[in-house]
């Protein structure tokens, strides 16, 4: 892969992508696309443009470091460990470090920047 730097445009057009985990969907039934601007040559590391439509997913243990900047739409986390509700909205930005246990609420609809380092130890 070259080396340099990749604009990654918002409103790039987004491939359909089956539903990753779809044991832990817990409401409604959300349809996720996708376009992946780059991945590390060890296949670590993966950046892009994500959505989904509306639905609640329970995560036992956030499998990947990510960061995630919204688009547009709005998502709400909830914390396994304390409880503790956050609603991000457009132009918000948060990271969810592996192992974390949460729900994931997607109201109607949201549209995300995301980074993703997949074998953080």
């Known amino acids: 892969m070259a080396k340099k730097v990749i ?4 409103d790039v057009k ?10 832990l969907i817990t409401a409604g039934d959300p349809q996720e696309k996708d ?3 780059y991945t590390s040559e060890d296949e670590a590391m ?4 994500w959505e989904s439509t509306a639905g609640t997913l329970e995560v036992e243990s956030y499998p990947v470091d ?7 739409g709005s998502v709400v986390i909830t914390n396994h460990e304390d409880n503790s ?3 991000f909205k457009t132009g918000e ?6 192992g974390t246990g949460l729900i994931w609420h997607v109201p109607e609809h949201i549209r995300k920047y995301y980074v993703i380092r997949a074998n953080a130890e």
Do not use: N, W
């Open 66 to 72: 990510e960061f995630c900047y919204v688009i547009s």
């Open 14 to 23: 987004l491939q359909d992508i089956p539903q990753q985990a779809p044991e």
């Open 46 to 49: 993966f950046s892009g443009v």
């Open 85 to 87: 509700r956050e609603e």
């Open 7 to 10: 604009r990654m445009k918002s």
């Open 93 to 98: 930005a948060f990271f969810i470090p592996k």
């Open 35 to 37: 376009h992946t601007y």
